[in-house]
């Protein structure tokens, strides 16, 4: 079956770059997502990437991902404390139309 | 404010009770899913409704139900609750493509 995983926890003080991975197992996977979830909050899509593609940037992420080791990345650019938060990776295809989550990464910013 | 609502958002009831939780897409989004986020099983999802039919099917347990209507707000339906239900209900919704899902704010459900 399908599996995402995800270290549980990074630390990283205000300004550096942040990077977390993903590892999937399927090969089906047809699009890679990152969400954010805040506190008490629900899950924000924070980007996505197609298969076909190894890098997508969008404004401080960039998307990275290797698809012959089904390894994907998000990197932060200049992390903010308003960046700490639970960071998860997701898979889907167009046939499964369910996502399959790893188990999330804690980010913490250190002012 | 991903556009999809989920009420109520809070709920805590009783070992056996039966529960209703809703959520209402966003406009023009045709597809809701639901998830259960839980501590022991993290993000699980549970079903699928596309524009009023069942298209998917996840680790959902007999106890659940749930349904879509015809102004395509989706209701789930716990039933015979135990303590282990306790957890966080998410709502997405998704468009005809399905690249992308968009949660609501959830539904935290307590069962004591």
């Known amino acids: 079956g399908e599996d995402v995983e995800q270290s549980l926890f990074l630390s990283v003080r205000e300004g550096d770059s942040s990077v977390i991975n993903c590892t999937y197992t399927d090969s089906s996977s047809t699009y890679l997502y990152w969400y954010k979830q805040e506190p008490g909050a629900g899950l924000q899509l924070l980007t996505y990437i197609f298969s076909n593609m190894d890098m997508k940037q969008d404004q401080r992420l960039t998307v990275l991902l290797n698809k012959k080791d089904k390894h994907l990345s998000l990197r932060i650019a200049d992390t903010q404390t308003g960046d700490s938060a639970i960071y998860f990776c997701?898979?889907?295809?167009?046939?499964?139309?369910?996502?399959?989550f790893g188990s999330g990464t804690r980010l913490q910013v250190q002012p | 404010d991903s556009g999809v609502t989920q009420t109520p958002k809070h709920l805590i009831t009783a070992t056996g009770q039966r529960v209703t939780l809703r959520c209402s897409p966003r406009s023009g989004d045709l597809s809701v899913y639901w998830y259960q986020q839980s501590l022991d099983q993290g993000l699980q999802f549970l079903i699928q409704y596309y524009n009023g039919e069942e298209r998917a099917k996840g680790n959902i347990l007999e106890r659940f139900s749930a349904q879509q209507f015809p102004d395509l707000h989706s209701e789930l339906n716990l039933s015979s609750l135990e303590l282990g239900d306790s957890a966080l209900y998410f709502c997405?919704?998704?468009?005809?493509?399905?690249?992308?899902?968009?949660f609501g704010p959830g539904t935290r459900l307590t069962v004591l």
């Open positions: 997701a898979e889907g295809d167009t046939g499964r139309r369910a996502l399959t």
């Open positions: 997405a919704s998704g468009g005809a493509s399905g690249n992308e899902q968009f």
